[in-house]
């Protein structure tokens, strides 16, 4: 099997985690799971049904109430959309992906999360401005 059958095969055993976690009641496991379907049509390059999974997914990570998953979800749904040319939704998405890591004081995505670090650029921007006037 090529790497592309192998990701087609993870997105259908992520597909399949999901339905399951849907049918037992698992919000969590099933954004979780929905969250490893987006990022595995993102890398087949199937960026439309990708974001879509990725814009369900983080719906049903608020509805499942945990943080965590949220935050992995924002973070997954901003990579995608980003890389279907939606900059402005990617970066919203990025930015509450940063604010729920701080919220559950998660360090490492706070400095690993691309609204972490499209704020860092920005603000390292204005301050060289400032000083360069």
């Given at each position: 099997?090529?790497?592309?059958?192998?990701f087609q095969k993870s997105a259908e055993y992520a597909q399949q985690a999901a339905d399951l976690g849907l049918k037992?009641?698992?919000?969590?496991?099933?954004?979780?799971?929905?969250?490893?379907?987006?990022?595995?049509?993102?890398?087949?390059?199937?960026?439309?049904?990708?974001?879509?999974?990725?814009?369900?997914?983080?719906?049903?990570?608020?509805?499942?109430?945990?943080?965590?998953?949220?935050?992995?979800?924002?973070?997954?749904?901003?990579?995608?959309?980003?890389?279907?040319?939606?900059?402005?939704?990617?970066?919203?998405?990025?930015?509450?992906?940063?604010?729920?890591?701080?919220?559950?004081?998660?360090?490492?995505?706070?400095?690993?999360?691309?609204?972490?670090?499209?704020?860092?650029?920005?603000?390292?921007?204005?301050?060289?401005?400032?000083?360069?006037?």
């Open positions: 099997m090529n790497l592309t059958g192998q037992i009641g698992d919000k969590a496991g099933a954004a979780n799971a929905l969250n490893y379907l987006a990022a595995a049509l993102a890398i087949q390059g199937r960026l439309a049904e990708a974001r879509d999974v990725a814009q369900k997914d983080v719906t049903l990570a608020r509805e499942a109430g945990d943080k965590k998953v949220l935050e992995q979800v924002l973070n997954t749904a901003g990579g995608v959309i980003g890389e279907s040319g939606r900059y402005e939704e990617a970066l919203a998405y990025f930015n509450e992906c940063l604010d729920t890591a701080r919220n559950i004081d998660d360090q490492t995505m706070q400095y690993m999360s691309p609204g972490s670090q499209i704020g860092q650029r920005s603000h390292f921007r204005s301050h060289c401005e400032s000083h360069t006037s």
